[in-house]
T-cell receptor, first 113, second 112 residues
């Protein structure tokens, strides 16, 4: 089982609040990713990072931001949560040596009221 | 049109059945092909990985890639209730920076 952790697992919050979803991995992977997944829908890449101080926006437009100041840590922040942000957020990391396989955390289920 | 198409199901089979899950894709540059299993309220876990064309077997699971038809399959033999989950195909091209394109996922239920 991959050593990638996400907190909180579940979050219910009011509109307008600032939230940070935490993601940490202990595998020393350089590449990390954030996905958004709605029920019955495919995973959409919203942010990715190839290493410290590297962040890029993914294929799905998102109002969230990310930072990568340590290899093992890749937090995602929403400055002002809205009901449209209600979703499951999945963090992943991958070994840079070949294969391109990604290992996922357990996810954070976010509900914005 | 989506780059990767996957029948969302749901698919319900009796225990012991052979299950066939499939994805089609449009990008001929895809070289890495994966199947993930996702249990309810969990993150996806890597089940099978195949590079380029061919078959790969791991226990009750067999992954097939047919690049000429742009079609990949996952077969589950002697299916068990514990196989009930959503199965996601994913693929990537060389020099795509490790970014994966996922199918919509097929929800599988194996009834005892």
């Amino acid at each position: 089982e991959a050593d990638i952790y996400q907190t909180p697992r579940y979050l219910v919050i009011g509109t307008g609040k600032k939230i940070t979803l935490e993601c940490s991995q202990t595998m020393g992977h350089d590449k990390m990713y954030w996905y958004q997944q709605d029920p019955g829908m495919e995973l959409h890449l919203i942010h990715y990072s190839y290493g410290v101080n590297s962040t890029e926006k993914g294929d799905l437009s998102s109002e969230s931001t990310v930072s990568r100041i340590r290899t093992e840590h890749f937090p995602l922040t929403l400055e002002s949560a809205r009901p449209s942000h209600t979703s499951q957020y999945l963090c992943a990391s991958s070994d840079p040596v070949g294969r391109e396989t990604q290992y996922f955390g357990p996810g954070t289920r976010l509900l914005v009221l | 049109q989506k780059e990767v198409e996957q029948d969302p199901g749901p698919l319900s089979v009796p225990e012991g059945a052979i299950v066939s899950l499939n994805c089609t894709y449009s990008n001929s540059a895809f070289q890495y092909f994966m199947w993930y299993r996702q249990y309810s309220r969990k993150g996806p876990e890597l089940l099978m990985y195949t590079y380029s064309s061919g078959n790969k077997e791991d226990g009750r699971f067999t992954a097939q890639v047919d690049k000429s038809s742009k079609y990949i399959s996952l077969f589950i033999r002697d299916s068990q209730p514990s196989d009930s989950a959503t199965y996601l195909c994913a693929m990537s091209a060389i020099n795509q920076g490790g970014k994966l394109i996922f199918g919509q996922g097929t929800e599988l239920s194996v009834k005892p």
